[in-house]
DNA sequence: GGCTGGCACTCAGTACAATTGAGTGCTAAC
DNA sequence: GTTAGCACTCAATTGTACTGAGTGCCAGCC
């Protein structure tokens, strides 16, 4: 199934020269190796002679799908290359090891929706030996059940409100005049009262008294809702960042990447972008950010009932193993559609 | 001020052969190379050529706190050097610059704890380019402010308790049997009656009755109480792995210390047994897990009231530069303790 | 007795040349 | 259009010699 959400759409080749592509392309892949005429013409089975494929090559490079590190040596793909070949990928099927793996997880996992993220993107990790990621819905549209105000003292109150996702936010307040006890109480009461069944999106009509309830609760109804604009909302899981170290050879390399992980927000931003590029593959440069231009990123999203819920993603070298991590990226991403969207059939 | 917690109380050394060990260990954590006689008796001023400075480093060798590479090569510290080394540090200042820095970032930041916490790991491994470690209180010794149980649906309720250090837990419960809007009412109604007040270690005299409310509530306050054996309690935040990768050479001791850091468990449980063995520093074999044999730990308490309420700790190789790793954690732990202890004057 | 200068010795690291071999580009012939 | 043949390139490997930092030991000195 060819995918074709490329940016740069890639002049369709000749079926030899695809052949011969995608050959270097999966060997270097396999071995790390730049590739050479040669064990082309061996292992991919056009019949043709070395020379042949050697003058395919020199067109292939200067087409720009194919680099050369130095004059005496084969060629290596360049993200072009590898665009390409995923491009032309047919959609593999998972390993029947680790569907079983996938299954048993998600038949015994249990606990909170945040532990079973967290779970998941290390298991996802286990299965690919790529770093993981693992984004949580955004509770835009998840209606709140519960919304109340705890006097912790004076002037520190705690808002906590319950979703129905099950997801919980807390923010504390601190008003400048004193609150006690039953201020808080009604406030708390005016709240629940106001929020429940509304979504963080809804308007709501705040009361515009000027006591200190009425205070409280425009405090309280303000602060919820700035919550959402920031990408705070999302829940980032980050599985396997160990493996960053055996992906990438080179000090500063894995010292880049890491410190991008370290900030969630723009691992966020990063995944985000790609879906709303419609990319489920990002390459070397198109992942957008130069310290990660030796990187490729796979994404799936989550959807629930055809709702954005979240993604799964997988971070390696751009000589990673595309189908599989395809593969296993999209799997996780539909068990954890089911996990949480069928959740009718729960716990059977 | 030595400090004299270690292990295997190292027999005091005679001045000169401690001075030559400090140059030894001063200047190997300064260049990272073995460090030969000469440049001992050079910088170290005890007036001595290096033929003397040779014999004692054969001794210093047959008393194990230093080793050779190989033949005709300098000294480097073993892990008992190191020990010895740290044990005779006089506490170090933290520099003025740092110390402003340090000042700055808790005059300004706002927010949850859990967001203090976080950042305060950022800034940890910024001022020291190791990795910091900010281990959030446990909650056992916090009073319950408020314990609700939502009803997400007929069998999904969300149990919420907030503690009187602004911390929540949610949980959620699955009971076997239907449960409606008013059951679920009454059950949180009774839970608050029998919570608000006590902590997760007070004993609780739960209902015994056969209803479903009554079930509800047991159900709920055992999963509470449940919570807390485990680590579960501590929250860990862990700043600048990235730093990791600068800190080791060798990309297997890279991976092996990084997927250490992705078991928060782990590192809870390593940070807590150094602090039970009233250890602050602890080095190579001393921190108990062979995968970090080549790797050194400072920590240091956070004590609000004389009560422990968190630690604060550093990770990077042996030849760390302990005295200002100990000053920053030092420092650090301080500014925590004092941000969230004294916070009567706290929006000044 | 402790310190030191002198000396022979060791050995990692470096530098350099020679060799190897994988792989290329080009061309002439099929 | 394909291919065999060939000269060429250049990273990687091997071998050799050299350097120099550092040692251990010892005889003489204070």
Do not use: W
Not at 70 to 99: C, M, N
Not at 240 to 245: H, K, L, Y
Request: hydrophobic share 40%.
């Amino acid at each position: 199934m060819a995918r074709r959400a490329n940016p740069t759409p890639s002049t369709d080749l000749d079926a030899r020269k695809a052949t011969i592509l995608e050959a270097v392309v999966a060997e270097h892949i396999d071995t790390a190796q730049p590739v050479g005429s040669s064990s082309v013409a061996s292992n991919a089975d056009l019949g043709v002679s070395p020379a042949t494929v050697r003058s395919e090559m020199v067109s292939l490079e200067r087409e720009g799908y194919l680099a050369q590190p130095h004059t005496s040596a084969g060629r290596i793909p360049t993200d072009k290359g590898y665009r390409y070949f995923v491009d032309h990928l047919q959609s593999g099927v998972l390993g029947a090891p680790q569907q079983h793996q996938l299954a048993d997880f998600f038949a015994n996992v249990r606990g909170e929706v945040e532990d079973v993220l967290e779970q998941t993107s290390t298991l996802l990790s286990q299965m690919t030996n790529y770093t993981a990621m693992v984004l949580g819905a955004t509770h835009a549209h998840a209606t709140i059940m519960s919304a109340q105000l705890v006097n912790l003292d004076a002037h520190h109150q705690l808002l906590v409100a319950v979703f129905s996702d099950g997801s919980v936010i807390k923010h504390s307040l601190n008003p400048v005049f004193d609150v006690d006890y039953e201020t808080c109480a009604e406030a708390s009461r005016q709240l629940n009262a106001l929020l429940i069944g509304t979504t963080l999106e809804s308007p709501v009509q705040v009361p515009s008294r000027h006591d200190h309830v009425a205070q409280l609760v425009r405090d309280a109804v303000a602060t919820l809702h700035a919550q959402e604009p920031t990408v705070d909302g999302e829940q980032v899981f980050i599985g396997g960042s160990s493996r960053v170290a055996e992906s990438f050879e080179g000090v500063e390399t894995v010292r880049k990447v890491l410190s991008i992980l370290e900030q969630e927000l723009l691992v966020v931003g990063l995944v985000q972008d790609m879906l709303s590029r419609g990319l489920s593959v990002a390459i070397g440069s198109e992942v957008g950010y130069e310290p990660l231009s030796t990187c490729a990123v796979v994404v799936a999203p989550v959807t629930i009932d055809g709702a954005p819920a979240g993604a799964v993603g997988l971070l390696g070298p751009t000589r990673m193993k595309y189908q599989e991590a395809m593969a296993a990226a999209g799997a996780v991403s539909q068990h954890l559609a089911r996990h949480f969207g069928g959740d009718e059939d729960h716990d059977h």
